[in-house]
């Protein structure tokens, strides 16, 4: 009796869809059968403007196509973040910047105001995965030419490249403040190399994200952000995209 009551509630919410074509109705079909398909995954409240900026939707099909929207909730929450550091002392700077799409987003909000973007990244994929990282990463995933970062991040000048493996290439901002960090990078071991390097130099009021934190698939990332801010004033919020923020004191 359930099953015929799912499969009759199934053909309402159908009809709906097809006599309003209105979001509201297509919201609440998607929702029924997410439920019976992945009842893990929980629907968000209708109606967010995230789902209705098209202008951001835009920028992000650009930079990821439209096959995939994994990260887009991610990128605007980076986006929405930066806009509380742009009075910040200090520049920004992306461990793992794979395409460049959050990058982009940072250089988008400090055009103008005398700060420096600094890359780092290997371009060669992520290093070889330790015994916290996991199972679902190998080395070399998500590797992207340079060249690639560099032409769509082409009508910034004031980005600075640091290519190699994490921590080779950081003492050359050893000098640096920054009001910005983004590390997705996926593995333990960068993860807290990153963390050990940026924390001190991260300006009071200045921000770090995590991409990867809240992921069953990024486990590493977690325990070095656990592990790194265990004895810190700081507390890690984790946020239901996924990210883990950290607001410097």
């Known amino acids: 009796m359930k099953a015929?009551?799912?499969?009759?509630a199934g053909m309402s919410y159908l009809r709906d869809v097809l006599v309003k074509r209105d979001d509201k109705s297509?919201?609440?079909l998607a929702e029924a059968l997410a439920r019976q398909v992945y009842p893990r995954y929980k629907f968000s409240e209708f109606g967010r403007l995230i789902e209705y900026d098209e202008d951001f939707i835009r920028f992000y099909e650009k930079f990821c196509g439209t096959d995939?929207?994994?990260?887009?909730?991610?990128k605007y929450t980076l986006d929405q973040l930066m806009k509380l550091v742009t009075d910040t002392?200090?520049?920004?700077?992306e461990c793992g910047v794979w395409r460049g799409a959050s990058s982009y987003l940072m250089c988008r909000r400090i055009a103008g105001l005398r700060k420096t973007h600094?890359?780092?990244?290997?371009?060669?994929?992520?290093?070889?995965?330790?015994?916290a990282d996991g199972v679902h990463w190998t080395e070399g995933d998500m590797a992207c030419d340079e060249s690639i970062v560099r032409q769509n991040l082409r009508e910034f000048d004031f980005v600075t490249y640091h290519k190699g493996w994490i921590?080779?290439?950081?003492?050359?901002?050893s000098n640096e403040r920054f009001c910005f960090i983004h590390l997705d990078v996926d593995l333990f071991q960068?993860?807290?190399?990153?963390?050990?390097?940026?924390?001190?130099?991260?300006?009071?009021?200045?921000?770090?994200?995590?991409?990867?934190?809240?992921?069953i698939t990024c486990p590493g990332a977690k325990v070095a952000m656990d592990e790194f801010f265990s004895d810190k004033p700081e507390k890690i919020a984790c946020l239901p995209t996924g990210q883990a923020v950290v607001f410097k004191k």
Do not use: K, M, W
């Open 4 to 8: 015929i009551a799912q499969a009759l």
């Open 26 to 28: 297509r919201y609440v």
């Open 68 to 74: 995939n929207y994994h990260s887009l909730d991610r």
């Open 89 to 93: 002392e200090g520049g920004t700077a």
């Open 118 to 131: 600094h890359i780092f990244d290997s371009f060669e994929g992520l290093s070889r995965p330790g015994p």
């Open 167 to 173: 921590p080779e290439r950081f003492h050359e901002v």
């Open 190 to 215: 960068p993860t807290f190399d990153a963390l050990a390097f940026f924390y001190e130099r991260t300006s009071s009021g200045g921000i770090i994200v995590c991409d990867d934190y809240g992921f």
